[in-house]
């Protein structure tokens, strides 16, 4: 990777769903690598409240990026921008398109052109997928709308990822698990997956900021393939959890989550994300621990560091 300048550790940086998976992960990093001046923005008050319990030094804001606001100053301020909010679960695709296209489009539009700021656009992996559900849809739209703008930085995109602060996958599945009497698993679960921990994710992320490649669009996914199931059961050994795992039949789980999505708004797992669970697709594993000079952490090591951390790992953010 060719290195194109370095930055000081004031360097203004802005990060947007900052109290999310990938935003709480990146802001502690950053002020452990020694950056002062971090800012973000996110529309979940008790999320950010519990980003700033032990990050109190930030600059952050209650706001919805999707309307035009008094927070696009903090964006035109920024020396380096990362776009990193996302609509991930969720049956209204207006949702979707809201929070991953327009929210993205006010961002762009707040670039403060004269400082010409480096940015960090967090794509995703399934905009290589052959799903296709509201996800992927909606940020295939933001990624095409950000390389038809033109950037001044790169796209990354991570496969699905864990770690601290995880609500909403691995996260929500081990919390799952310790309060079932059985964990159900859709078929044989032998579905592959690569997931990505965020702690090495960031890493990338704040190597890029410090070493700013150019044009680039980089496929971070996990490097180690790892079957649903056996994913899960990772999960129960590293937690030494006692709940037993089921193999169910597939239309039964389908059912299951068809019903729950019938009654709440914001379920945590979708048909439509069930339907992507199952597609047997393994995505292009590049060299990122060299092309980044970061360090790759194990699946089993990056599980028990995000379940049993004697501090981050009992930090439950609100769904």
Same mark, same amino acid.
Request: glycine residues 6%; proline residues 5%; charged residues 20%.
């Given at each position: 990777?060719?290195?194109?300048?370095?930055? &000081? +550790?004031?360097?203004?940086?802005?990060?947007?769903?900052?109290? $999310?998976?990938? /935003?709480?992960? #990146?802001?502690?990093? %950053?002020?452990?690598?020694?950056?002062?001046?971090?800012?973000?923005?996110?529309?979940?008050?008790?999320?950010?409240?519990?980003?700033?319990?032990?990050?109190?030094?930030?600059?952050?804001?209650?706001?919805?990026?999707?309307?035009?606001?008094?927070?696009?100053?903090?964006?035109?301020?920024?020396?380096?921008?990362?776009?990193?909010?996302?609509?991930?679960?969720?049956?209204?695709?207006?949702?979707?398109?809201?929070?991953?296209?327009?929210?993205?489009?006010?961002?762009?539009?707040?670039?403060?052109?004269?400082?010409?700021?480096?940015?960090?656009?967090?794509?995703?992996?399934?905009?290589?997928?052959?799903?296709?559900?509201?996800?992927?849809? &909606? +940020?295939?739209?933001?990624?095409?709308?950000?390389?038809?703008? $033109?950037?001044? /930085?790169?796209? #990354?995109?991570?496969? %699905?990822?864990?770690?601290?602060?995880?609500?909403?996958?691995?996260?929500?599945?081990?919390?799952?698990?310790?309060?079932?009497?059985?964990?159900?698993?859709?078929?044989?679960?032998?579905?592959?997956?690569?997931?990505?921990?965020?702690?090495?994710?960031?890493?990338?992320?704040?190597?890029?900021?410090?070493?700013?490649?150019?044009?680039?669009?980089?496929?971070?996914?996990?490097?180690?393939?790892?079957?649903?199931?056996?994913?899960?059961?990772?999960?129960?050994?590293?937690?030494?959890?006692?709940?037993?795992?089921?193999?169910?039949?597939?239309?039964?789980?389908?059912?299951?989550?068809?019903?729950?999505?019938?009654?709440?708004?914001?379920?945590?797992?979708?048909?439509?994300?069930?339907?992507?669970?199952?597609?047997?697709?393994?995505?292009?594993?590049?060299?990122?621990?060299?092309?980044?000079?970061?360090?790759?952490?194990?699946?089993?090591?990056?599980?028990?560091?995000?379940?049993?951390?004697?501090?981050?790992?009992?930090?439950?953010?609100?769904?």
């Amino acid at each position: 990777m060719e290195v194109l300048s370095k930055i &000081s +550790k004031d360097t203004k940086i802005f990060i947007s769903g900052i109290a $999310g998976l990938v /935003g709480q992960n #990146l802001a502690l990093r %950053l002020s452990q690598a020694g950056y002062t001046q971090i800012s973000g923005l996110d529309k979940h008050p008790k999320n950010l409240k519990i980003l700033q319990s032990y990050q109190p030094n930030l600059t952050v804001k209650i706001a919805d990026i999707a309307e035009m606001g008094d927070w696009s100053d903090m964006v035109k301020e920024a020396e380096v921008v990362i776009i990193n909010q996302a609509q991930i679960g969720g049956l209204d695709y207006e949702d979707f398109h809201r929070n991953n296209v327009t929210a993205t489009q006010n961002i762009l539009d707040s670039i403060n052109q004269e400082k010409n700021p480096y940015v960090v656009q967090i794509s995703s992996s399934v905009v290589n997928s052959s799903a296709d559900d509201f996800y992927t849809r &909606s +940020k295939t739209a933001q990624e095409e709308l950000v390389k038809k703008i $033109g950037i001044n /930085g790169v796209i #990354l995109r991570p496969t %699905l990822m864990f770690g601290w602060f995880d609500r909403k996958h691995l996260g929500w599945l081990r919390r799952f698990m310790s309060k079932a009497p059985v964990f159900p698993i859709p078929g044989s679960g032998k579905y592959r997956r690569q997931p990505l921990y965020v702690g090495d994710f960031c890493n990338i992320i704040i190597s890029c900021i410090e070493n700013q490649p150019q044009g680039e669009i980089y496929d971070i996914s996990g490097r180690e393939i790892i079957n649903y199931i056996d994913l899960i059961k990772t999960i129960k050994s590293q937690t030494k959890e006692k709940t037993p795992i089921l193999c169910i039949p597939y239309w039964v789980f389908f059912m299951l989550i068809w019903s729950v999505g019938l009654i709440k708004k914001n379920p945590p797992f979708t048909i439509h994300q069930l339907r992507a669970l199952i597609i047997p697709e393994v995505f292009d594993i590049i060299d990122w621990p060299n092309t980044f000079s970061v360090s790759q952490t194990s699946f089993t090591e990056a599980v028990d560091e995000t379940f049993n951390h004697p501090e981050y790992s009992k930090v439950i953010l609100e769904f």
